[in-house]
T-cell receptor
Framework: QKEVEQNSGPLSVPEGAIASLNCTYSDRGSQSFFWYRQYSGKSPELIMF????GDKEDGRFTAQLNKASQYVSLLIRDSQPSDSATYLC???????????FGSGTRLLVRP | EADIYQTPRYLVIGTGKKITLECSQTMGHDKMYWYQQDPGMELHLIHYSYGVNSTEKGDLSSESTVSRIRTEHFPLTLESARPSHTSQYLC???????????FGNGTRLTVT
């Protein structure tokens, strides 16, 4: 079992729709969770981070964390074609300063 | 803007050559990391450092080595490059435990 699991996709949504990206993690000691966006051939860029159970909103993005279910999600409202990218979920391994990444979900926003 | 710099951006080199991938950051971060990523695949941690003179191997076994003589500099060296080393190498740093990683632009290495 991978430490951080994501559906590889592609997830295809029409422009203006809500895209929902999901991630599960196996280390119950993980306290910090991150969503990165990676365009093809580029390095990952931070979208959001979340430390506490519940929702965290930043513009069109909402991160959701449920530690009991070991589940993290990212919602993108009003999806734009420019949001088309691979979204990487990462969890910090039990306060070890090391981030473990999932394999990413490819999002395709259709104009 | 980039506060963490990697050079070269692209490198094509023959088998058996020694190479050093450079990584520097201007943010004063103690923690630095090297990840390896094949196209369409996940990032694998290959080396990390918690400060000067501190280096550790990551989860993915790698024939590369690293050094941390200065806070801002974390180079990665391959003594004898092989085609299996062809990949993208990403350097990152973070300010404190639980804080996000800042990534450099990466070095895409091709060994022929």
């Amino acid at each position: 079992q991978k430490e951080v699991e994501q559906n590889s996709g592609p997830l295809s949504v029409p422009e203006g729709a809500i895209a929902s990206l999901n991630c599960t993690y196996s280390d119950r000691g993980s306290q910090s969770f991150f969503w990165y966006r990676q365009y093809s051939g580029k390095s990952p860029e931070l979208i959001m981070f979340i430390y506490s159970n519940g929702d965290k909103e930043d513009g069109r993005f909402t991160a959701q964390l449920n530690k009991a279910s070991q589940y993290v999600s990212l919602l993108i409202r009003d999806s734009q074609p420019s949001d088309s990218a691979t979204y990487l979920c990462a969890a910090e391994r039990d306060s070890s300063y090391k981030l473990i990444f999932g394999s990413g979900t490819r999002l395709l926003v259709r104009p | 803007e980039a506060d963490i710099y990697q050079t070269p951006r692209y490198l094509v080199i023959g088998t058996g050559k020694k190479i050093t991938l450079e990584c520097s950051q201007t943010m004063g971060h103690d923690k630095m990391y090297w990840y390896q990523q094949d196209p369409g695949m996940e990032l694998h941690l290959i080396h990390y450092s918690y400060g000067v003179n501190s280096t550790e191997k990551g989860d993915l076994s790698s024939e590369s080595t690293v050094s941390r003589i200065r806070t801002e500099h974390f180079p990665l060296t391959l003594e004898s490059a092989r085609p299996s080393h062809t990949s993208q190498y990403l350097c990152a740093s973070s300010e404190s435990p639980g804080s996000p990683l800042h990534f450099g632009n990466g070095t895409r290495l091709t060994v022929t």
